[in-house]
């Protein structure tokens, strides 16, 4: 019998997954050790990266495979925009730029947004974690921020998706029945591995960015 696709990935990738969210940078937010302008910092790279994201989702909607994992409540640039004003005041945006290591998430994103594969990959990275780990964060930096909702922390909620666990267990179950021969699935898998390179480069610069600053 043929191990689902999601399982393989999942299991291919955990170590990857693990050494992203075990960053220095983490454990200094979650340890309450940053101020809210340094966690702003996470923010704004997320703001950028997710914009990519995002806008290549709008570009692939009608894309028979890639299509089918667009989902327009999961878009996260105006939960972001609002997490920003609360956290930088309205003029935000002549605050945040990014980092080198952002700019070549970036444009990984786009590179790789004519082959259906490498969107679902990107796709997967971020979205599984944010509706995963994501909420413990959220919870987290509520207790450390007191953030309630309309700001600070918007991007970790979605509620318009009713049933996390259900809505995970129907994108997986869209995982498993992409039609992928193995020489696919493996550079699925590859580029997964490299998508959870990229998102732990950038929480690298932003820990060396606080240390920096401190």
């Known amino acids: 019998m043929t191990t689902p696709f999601s399982e393989t990935l999942r299991n291919a990738t955990w170590a990857d997954h693990e050494s992203a969210e075990s960053g220095g940078y983490l454990a200094e937010l979650m340890g309450g050790r940053l101020s809210e302008h340094e966690y702003g910092e996470m923010v704004a790279q997320h703001y950028f990266a997710y914009t990519a994201l995002d806008g290549v989702s709008r570009e692939l909607a009608g894309h028979p495979v890639a299509g089918r994992f667009v989902f327009p409540e999961l878009y996260r640039e105006r939960a972001l925009e609002r997490d920003l004003v609360t956290i930088y005041g309205p003029d935000w945006r002549a605050r945040v730029t990014p980092s080198k290591s952002t700019r070549t998430l970036v444009a990984r994103i786009h590179q790789v947004a004519d082959w259906p594969g ?97």
Request: net charge negative; glycine share 10%; charged share 30%.
């Open 118 to 214: 490498g969107f679902i990959a990107h796709h997967y990275t971020r979205y599984l974690g944010d509706l995963s780990g994501g909420q413990f964060i959220r919870m987290e930096l509520q207790k450390i921020y007191g953030y309630r909702e309309g700001g600070g922390v918007d991007f970790y909620i979605f509620d318009e998706l009713g049933s996390l666990p259900r809505f995970k267990s129907d994108y997986r179950a869209r995982l498993d029945e992409l039609e992928l021969d193995e020489r696919e699935r493996q550079r699925i898998i590859g580029e997964v591995r490299l998508a959870y390179q990229l998102n732990t480069e950038v929480l690298t610069d932003l820990h060396r960015t606080v240390r920096t600053a401190a």
